[in-house]
């Protein structure tokens, strides 16, 4: 294992020691807590990884990147230098250099934003018309009345 410079790593993290090559994290790189990094992952120089991250094995992450709280990144995945990862987000295949994923699967980011005005467009046009399973408490006499 090789950690570079000025490089902190916060409680609780757990960093696997390389198999086929030295797991690498390079300089001025901050690792929050309960961050998983798994066997020969390569870490370029200042990179933020938010906690709760994990990083499968083989992962490499580029110069500058940064990875949102509770992000995880699949095996043998290559995050490009200045790339972002949205919290939450489940990253299976390349995030291209300086650009943002998010979601889960992670997808490009203003995709990620058109899915989630969507799935809210839905949810409010839902919502006027009520949901037909089971029944809803009636207002007026705090009585349960059936749905339809």
Do not use: Y
């Amino acid at each position: 294992m090789v950690i570079g410079d000025r490089v902190e790593i916060g409680a609780n993290a757990c960093v696997d020691r390389g198999r086929f090559e030295d797991t690498t994290i390079g300089d001025g790189t901050k690792i929050d807590n309960l961050v998983q990094i798994g066997h020969n992952v390569r870490i370029g120089r200042n990179v933020v990884i938010c906690g709760q991250s994990g990083l499968a094995g083989s992962v490499v992450v580029g110069d500058r990147a940064v990875l949102g709280a509770q992000s995880g990144i699949a095996d043998n995945v290559i995050v490009g230098p200045r790339g972002q990862v949205a919290a939450q987000s489940g990253v299976i295949s390349e995030v291209p250099e300086g650009r943002r994923v998010g979601g889960s699967p992670a997808v490009l980011g203003w995709e990620f934003i058109k899915h989630v005005a969507i799935l809210r467009r839905l949810a409010s046009s839902r919502a006027g018309r009520g949901d037909s399973r089971g029944s809803a408490p009636d207002r007026r006499e705090g009585t349960r009345r059936p749905q339809g």
